[in-house]
């Protein structure tokens, strides 16, 4: 099966820009997590879909919002960009919403000036 | 104090000696995971545990769910084995995926 994909790998944006990004799952795995990561905060997450409802979120402003599609694909969006919201971003499958094993992304390195 | 908490932040070791990554939580969990995470950013899971121990090649995992603690074993050591190590867990009070963090520790394995 392949892994979990994730586009664009790099993004450079301009403050007050938004931008959204997309995390394909592994075939049959219909939770999708993404998370934040930063030199001073290390990993947080941000919110949890699964079956095309989020689940979960975390302590993150409105500017960060998501969704995810029928075939269980999601992307994430973040709007009025700043720079602190500079990370990798990744996302995380697995096969439901039970403790299984979670499955990461390559990530998405976003590059806000 | 944050939830989860690793020990030691930082670890130096010479090639073929045997490692040990504590982690530490203050939550009811439903299960704890180790992950590795390489330079550029890539984060595989090693172990899910909920509870005993878990062994895959040079590794090994535990867990003690009343004490609250795990720790990751690497025995006979080696370069490629550097990266940070990050231990999460799933807290029994929270439905679906979500994982706390703790900060890592970052492993150097010298030849």
């Known amino acids: 099966k392949a892994g979990v994909t994730q586009t664009p790998r790099y993004l450079i944006k301009t403050r007050g820009q938004q931008v959204t990004l997309s995390c394909s799952p592994i075939?049959?795995?219909?939770?999708v997590s993404w998370y934040q990561q930063t030199p001073g905060q290390g990993l947080q997450f941000l919110f949890e879909y699964f079956s095309e409802t989020q689940r979960n979120k975390g302590n993150f402003p409105g500017r960060f919002s998501g969704r995810q599609f029928s075939n269980s694909r999601s992307e994430m969006n973040v709007s009025t960009l700043e720079l602190g919201d500079s990370a990798l971003y990744l996302c995380?499958?697995?096969?439901?919403?039970?403790?299984?094993?979670?499955?990461f992304g390559p990530g998405t390195r976003l590059t806000v000036t | 104090k944050n939830e989860v908490e690793q020990s030691p932040q930082n670890l130096t070791a010479q090639e073929g000696e045997f490692i040990t990554i504590n982690c530490s939580y203050s939550v009811g969990i439903s299960a704890l995971h180790w992950l590795q995470q390489h330079p550029g950013g890539g984060i595989v899971s090693l172990f899910m545990?909920?509870?005993g121990k878990k062994k895959h090649g040079r590794l090994i995992a535990t867990i003690n769910i009343q004490e609250k603690h795990s720790s990751l074993h690497i025995t006979a050591s080696h370069p490629r084995d550097s990266a940070v190590y990050i231990c999460a867990v799933r807290s029994m009070e929270t439905s679906g995926s979500r994982l706390t963090f703790g900060e890592g520790t970052q492993l150097t394995v010298n030849p």
């Open positions: 545990l909920s509870s």
């Open positions: 075939s049959g795995h219909r939770s």
């Open positions: 995380a499958s697995s096969q439901s919403g039970q403790p299984y094993e979670q499955y």
